[in-house]
């Protein structure tokens, strides 16, 4: 089946470094995107959404960037806090519109 | 202005219960969607409720159903509970705009332990 994954499980990053982290999804139907962040213990935070029609979106200190090409997402966070560290899941609205299909996540780690 | 909220945080039950979770909506929207979330994994979609209809559904068995009250608010049940639907239970809100919905806002989840 289609599906949403995340090309890199972990990704650490120094206190002020700018971070990336990607997501590629596979369902050629899918015209809208959107960003999360779960913290432990919590549920999903909406950070940044983006539809099929733009390429970039921006939002505090948060860009999206949209690659319909090669079927490529990005969230790009400036200047990382340490209150960035948590878990990034990107989505996709599949065929339907509907029902959020989810990857398994990327595990974000802000060191001082 | 009240976001989603969830009833109960924790539950533990005995493979081969049923169970309730509750879900209310964030202020103003009219749609439900519910995901289950193993450790360690994104969510999966469960199904979707607007008006008190369910819309779309994921992959799960009858096992897992749902409704939807005319307040919006909306309850997932399993019955006849496994081992493997320990998980986290997340109800997600949004409104219906042309048709589709967007922006979904998740509730904190409620934490299911089968034994």
């Known amino acids: 089946g289609e599906s949403v994954g995340l090309h890199l499980p972990t990704l650490s990053v120094q206190e002020g470094d700018n971070s990336i982290i990607n997501c590629a999804y596979s369902?050629?139907?899918?015209?809208?995107f959107i960003w999360y962040k779960q913290e432990s213990g919590k549920g999903p935070q909406f950070i940044i959404d983006?539809?099929?029609?733009?390429d970039k979106r921006q939002g505090q200190r948060v860009t999206v960037l949209l690659n319909k090409t090669v079927k490529h997402l990005s969230l790009q966070i400036a200047a990382t806090q340490p209150g960035d560290s948590a878990v990034y899941f990107c989505?996709?609205?599949?065929?339907?519109?509907?029902?959020?299909?989810f990857g398994k996540g990327t595990s974000l780690l802000v060191t001082p | 202005d009240a976001g989603v909220t969830q009833s109960p945080t924790h539950l533990i039950k005995t493979r081969g219960q049923q169970v309730t979770l509750r879900c209310s909506p964030k202020?103003?929207?009219?749609?439900v969607s519910w995901y289950q979330q193993a450790l360690g994994q994104g969510p999966q979609f469960i199904f979707q409720?607007?008006?008190?209809?369910?819309?779309q559904r994921g992959n799960f068995p009858d096992r897992f159903s749902g409704h939807q009250f005319p307040n919006y608010s909306s309850e997932l049940n399993v019955n006849a509970l496994l081992l493997g639907d320990s998980a986290l239970y997340l109800c997600?809100?949004?409104?219906?705009?042309?048709?589709?919905?967007?922006?979904?806002?998740f509730g904190p989840g409620t934490r299911l332990t089968v034994t």
């Open positions: 997600a809100s949004s409104l219906v705009s042309g048709g589709r919905t967007y922006e979904q806002y």
């Open positions: 369902n050629s139907a899918s015209d809208y």
């Open positions: 983006i539809r099929s029609n733009m």
């Open positions: 989505a996709d609205s599949g065929n339907s519109g509907y029902a959020l299909n």
């Open positions: 202020s103003g929207h009219d749609t």
């Open positions: 409720y607007y008006e008190e209809e369910e819309r």
